[in-house]
């Protein structure tokens, strides 16, 4: 059976937006060592890169902080103490900082300040040039100023943030240019699992990343955390650079079976009709503002957590720099299985039920983000519910991180770099807020950061479950007969 656009479409404008199974008359290719799968893999290499590169802040700042009060104490956590193992005397050799809670938000939330600004420049930028070398060249831009991070910080806090905002600004890019790339090279009965597999890097990076930068700063110290990280980035490009291209057609080695099938697949969805963007239509679209809200709603809860977690971990459960990175990792675990786990059952109910997937929307997140903040310090509750709440945020992210290409695939990267844009504003604005609120790091100011991302997601829940669709939108068709948006 087809799958029309809409019920009211009339018998002119049904071909050109029909999305059928049936029409697929191409032997689908083997998935694998294909080329597709093949740049799924490496894009997930390069999300684990960007996002190692993202977080790995956030735990190096709890011991790039002096920690000791004007009688020479170590300050203490709202909760006892963990026993740790002591430090080794040698990895005492990095620089430490007077910064109080208001400047560790500033650091913290810069990076997003030169995130959005590249939002929607990459998203156009990628459709008119390519997006393989804006993509390797955004991350490689990150990795530069990832190495360059320990001076900033001994120069000063203002110079870090500098530094933080241009690494924000080469990595803004990277969704925009994937979500472009994805439009010639994803299948629709593969996109799920393509994308999924490909963004599974952002959790893989932050659940890498945490514990390895705790480990680096106990042996190593805080330093190091930012030169090995940078080290992986450099590989990951030279990669890229060699084994990537824009579209199948100038993929050296892709098998001609796989060309024709996913330039057959995708020969319905896809228009390049030439620097003609429809701006009117795409802001007007509630499908698109949809996945705006449901983006923003997300984020605010994920980058609350991605950026101060370790903090959360230290000051009021009070555990040490060792134990901390491992920890503030297990929400990500979880959160990155169930994303792949919901990029597949969505595959399999759109394909089998045509099931649509913005029905992937649910409240959990926020009921158990709310229920951590009353564990007092029972730390195994605390980090259960903390990690139940990024899970099944995971499945949440699994239907609206793909959704740009169910409704507008070719101009996916465009519309990937309007979202990101709101997106980016709880980055920005979420660890400022937060530390803002929680400066004596009571267990009551936590429950406030808390409650505000659960009103938030449950926001986004609603709102995205009433306007969202899963289908091409009528605008984002080519139709060689009409003119004008």
Not at 32 to 46: Q, T
Not at 133 to 153: D, E, K, M, R, S
Not at 312 to 331: C, H, Q, R, T, W
Not at 437 to 459: D, H, M, R
């Amino acid at each position: 059976m087809d799958r029309y656009i809409s019920d009211t479409e009339t018998d002119d404008q049904e071909q050109p937006l029909l999305l059928s199974r049936q029409d697929d008359k191409v032997e689908r290719a083997p998935a694998c060592c294909s080329s597709r799968y093949g740049l799924s893999l490496l894009s997930c290499y390069g999300f684990f890169v960007a996002y190692a590169l993202r977080v790995n802040l956030s735990v190096a700042m709890v011991d790039m902080l002096n920690n000791t009060d004007a009688s020479g104490n170590t300050s203490k956590s709202v909760c006892p103490a963990h026993p740790s193992p002591a430090r080794p005397i040698y990895n005492h050799t990095a620089s430490v900082y007077d910064w109080d809670s208001e400047t560790q938000g500033w650091i913290l939330g810069s990076f997003f300040y030169g995130y959005i600004l590249t939002q929607i420049p990459g998203g156009y930028l990628a459709r008119k040039y390519g997006a393989k070398w804006l993509l390797g060249l955004g991350i490689l831009g990150t990795v530069v100023f990832t190495l360059l991070t320990p001076v900033a910080a001994d120069l000063g806090a203002g110079y870090l943030i500098a530094v933080r905002v241009l690494e924000g600004i080469g990595e803004g890019v990277t969704f925009p240019a994937m979500h472009a790339m994805w439009a010639f090279w994803a299948p629709p009965m593969e996109r799920s699992r393509l994308l999924t597999i490909a963004y599974t890097g952002a959790q893989l990076g932050t659940v890498v990343a945490l514990p390895l930068s705790a480990q680096i700063c106990f042996y190593l110290d805080w330093t190091w955390v930012f030169y090995i990280f940078g080290i992986v980035g450099i590989v990951w490009f030279i990669l890229w650079a060699l084994l990537v291209s824009n579209t199948p057609s100038t993929h050296p080695r892709i098998t001609e079976q796989e060309r024709l099938y996913i330039t057959s697949s995708l020969n319905k969805e896809l228009t390049l009709s030439g620097d003609h963007i429809p701006w009117g239509s795409i802001l007007t679209s509630m499908p698109l503002w949809a996945i705006v809200v449901a983006h923003f709603s997300y984020n605010w809860t994920f980058y609350t957590l991605l950026t101060l977690l370790p903090t959360y971990m230290s000051d009021v459960l009070g555990f040490s720099i060792k134990e901390n990175g491992a920890l503030s990792a297990l929400p990500y675990i979880g959160c990155g299985l169930l994303a792949v786990l919901g990029g597949q059952l969505a595959d399999y109910l759109r394909e089998n039920c045509f099931y649509r997937t913005t029905h992937l929307c649910m409240i959990g997140p926020a009921v158990f983000i709310v229920a951590a903040g009353y564990t007092g310090c029972n730390y195994i509750l605390a980090v259960a519910f903390l990690s139940i709440s990024s899970s099944l945020g995971g499945i949440v992210a699994s239907g609206f991180n793909i959704n740009h290409l169910d409704i507008a695939p070719s101009y996916a990267g465009i519309l990937l770099g309007i979202t990101n844009s709101f997106a980016t504003i709880p980055g920005m604005v979420g660890p400022v807020i937060a530390r803002a609120l929680t400066k004596n790091n009571t267990i009551e100011e936590w429950q406030t950061v808390f409650y505000i991302s659960a009103g938030i997601n449950l926001f986004g829940a609603v709102f995205y479950t009433v306007f969202g669709q899963g289908v091409v939108q009528p605008w984002a068709v080519h139709n060689p007969h009409s003119h004008g948006n």
